[in-house]
């Protein structure tokens, strides 16, 4: 079993940057994504990133590519989603989550979630 915190969320300015971090507890084997995804207001949920924990593997959604970055704390059992140039439509709900099956990092099916974390970026 694996539980996952968010946290980092906050209200920022368009164009400014934020780091949110991902707290796992409980065993994550090498094979597990860990992934990012989003959901705004009325709109489904996007997956936006993910990374591989055993190695710097990683995937982006173009819509984040190139101002999103993946990075984790192997010690500490963390990963983190770098965000920077933020734009008014990153606004949503940014989740977590984990799975423990070897596939393609474009999987988008997880066994484990955050909580989530608000993302408000003004004008």
């Known amino acids: 079993q694996v539980q996952l915190v968010e946290s980092g969320g906050g209200l920022v300015q368009a164009g400014g940057s934020l780091l949110l971090s991902c707290a796992a507890s409980g065993h994550i084997f090498s094979s597990y994504r860990m992934g990012w995804f989003r959901q705004a207001p009325g709109k489904e949920r996007e997956f936006i990133a993910a990374i591989r924990w055993s190695s710097a593997s990683t995937y982006y959604a173009d819509s984040v590519k190139g101002r999103f970055t993946l990075s984790r704390d192997d010690a500490n059992n963390l990963f983190y989603l770098q965000m920077n140039s933020l734009k008014q439509e990153d606004t949503a709900v940014y989740y977590c989550?984990?799975?423990?099956?070897?596939?393609?990092?474009?999987?988008?099916?997880?066994?484990?979630w955050g909580q989530g974390t608000q993302v408000t970026v003004s004008s």
């Open positions: 989550a984990a799975d423990p099956s070897p596939f393609t990092l474009t999987t988008m099916t997880y066994r484990y």
